[in-house]
């Protein structure tokens, strides 16, 4: 029993070292971002020459710049919005549907994140192409919607799967159409996994490079601007600089939108109030609570 315990143990202390060894490696070039986007020169190497504020300052009153960032905040916004829509669609049919065709459109709409992106790249340049949109803004759109629909469906399929099911039968046993019920009950109690989804979303095509590349047309987003400027060794600390900024708000979306899902899912799980009686239908189909 005391070896077997000794060997638990030293099997712990090897896989936390493993670990650690790992968000090293994973970790470490990130944090160098920032570091060097400080540091006084234009070189990213040790020893550090000095702490300065100038390569942030280069950013501003770059109309380069900013045309990049306000394409990739368009397409973002534009995209997030279309993903989430089809991922609401897809996760809730796939789960409630109850049709094979329902549950294979929800498996093609996963596959994305299996694919490689250059492949999907290539093919939805092919596409755009054939149906004589070519390189452009919606191309793009319609290319970052593809990669952000397996985020969205995954967000909303593990959220809806959650909510108990008697809630809905309860609705529909009540006489409330699935449309009724789909607005008036599911959407207000998934609606922290819609806003976490969208986020995601955002966050996936705002910073989507190889989709991008293939279907950028006049209007380079920001991960191509980002790349046009390493060409040039003196843009490189304006270039850590900029790293730094998208990346402190990445984290940040990031983690309202985990915030957000988690608190919706501590909702679900929550029992309902003693004092809410069964829900009655209004003469327009719709669901109300009343207080007991």
């Given amino acids: 029993m005391n070896t077997a315990r000794l060997d638990a143990k030293q099997g712990g202390g090897w896989l936390g070292v493993y670990v650690l060894a790992y968000l090293v490696f994973l970790y470490l070039p990130i944090l160098l971002i920032p570091l060097f986007s400080f540091n006084n020169s234009i070189q990213a190497a040790f020893p550090l020459q000095g702490f300065t504020l100038e390569w942030y ?13 306000a394409t990739s905040l368009v397409i973002g916004a534009i995209a997030a919005t279309g993903a989430t829509l089809c991922g609401i669609t897809v996760s809730y049919m796939d789960l409630y549907g109850r049709s094979p065709l329902a549950a294979t459109i929800s498996a093609i709409a996963r596959l994305p994140i299996l694919i490689p992106g250059v492949i999907v790249g290539i093919s939805l340049l092919i596409l755009v192409n054939l149906a004589g949109l070519g390189p452009s803004r ?16 995954v967000v909303m399929r593990s ?13 529909l046993d009540l006489g409330a159409s699935d449309w009724t019920t789909f607005r008036r009950v599911m959407l207000p109690l998934s609606l922290p996994a819609i ?11 705002f910073d989507e490079f190889i989709v991008a590349f293939f279907l950028a047309g006049t209007e380079p987003t920001l991960p191509l ?20 900024a998208i990346l402190a708000v990445s984290f940040v979306i990031a983690a309202l939108a985990e915030i957000l899902r988690h608190r919706g899912l501590a909702a679900t799980r929550r029992p309902a109030p003693a004092s809410l009686s069964k829900p009655e ?6 669901l109300q609570w009343h207080s007991t």
């Avoid at 919606?138 to 469906?153: F, N, R």
């Avoid at 959220?159 to 609705?171: G, S, V």
């Avoid at 806003?195 to 095509?205: E, H, N, P, R």
């Fill in 225 to 244: 601007y980002i790349w046009s400027q390493l060409r040039f060794p003196k843009s490189l600390p304006t270039v850590m600089a900029l790293g730094t």
């Fill in 57 to 69: 300052g280069t950013l501003y009153g770059n109309s380069a710049l900013s045309g990049a960032l």
């Fill in 159 to 171: 959220r809806f799967a959650a909510i108990p099911k008697t809630i809905r039968e309860a609705a």
């Fill in 281 to 286: 239908e209004t003469e327009r189909g719709e």
């Fill in 138 to 153: 919606i191309a793009i759109v319609l290319g970052h919607v593809l990669v952000a629909l397996p985020t969205t469906v």
């Fill in 195 to 205: 806003i976490s989804a969208f986020m995601l979303a955002f966050l996936t095509s």
